[in-house]
Nanobody, 126 residues
Framework: QVQLVESGGGLVRTGDSLRLSCVVSTGAFSTYSMGWFRQAPGKEREFVAA????????YYADSVKGRFAISKHNAVTTVYLQMNNVKPEDTGVYYC???????????????????WGQGTQVTVSS
């Protein structure tokens, strides 16, 4: 079993920065792909950012490219999402995801990830 716990969400203003954290309960953390997804009310869960397990390469949705950054700290099995210059359209529940086997072509697909956290709410006011 792999458990993930997100934190760091809250109410922020347009242009603000915040950092989300996800603590993962696995000793094999360094071998997992890690991702962030978000879901706005009434919408499908969508890809935000990920680190691929094989080479550590990072990937971002076009909507957040240049503003968000995903990173991880292996010693404390934590993945972060640094969110800069946030916009109202960034509002949603942000979910951390982990997977030890998914292939690169599937990294953008919600259904491909094995483990999920409960989410943390991010609300960006105008």
């Amino acid at each position: 079993q792999v458990q993930l716990v997100e934190s760091g969400g809250g109410l922020v203003r347009t242009g603000d920065s915040l950092r989300l954290s996800c603590v993962v309960s696995t000793g094999a953390f360094s071998t997992y792909s890690m991702g962030w997804f978000r879901q706005a009310p009434g919408k499908e869960r969508e890809f935000v950012a990920a680190i691929y397990r094989r080479n550590g390469a990072t990937y971002y949705a076009d909507s957040v490219k240049g503003r968000f950054a995903i990173s991880k700290h292996n010693a404390v099995t934590t993945v972060y999402l640094q969110m800069n210059n946030v916009k109202p359209e960034d509002t949603g529940v942000y979910y951390c995801a982990a997977d030890s086997t998914l292939i690169l072509s599937s990294i953008f697909e919600t259904r491909a990830w094995d483990y999920w956290g409960q989410g943390t709410q991010v609300t960006v006011s105008s």
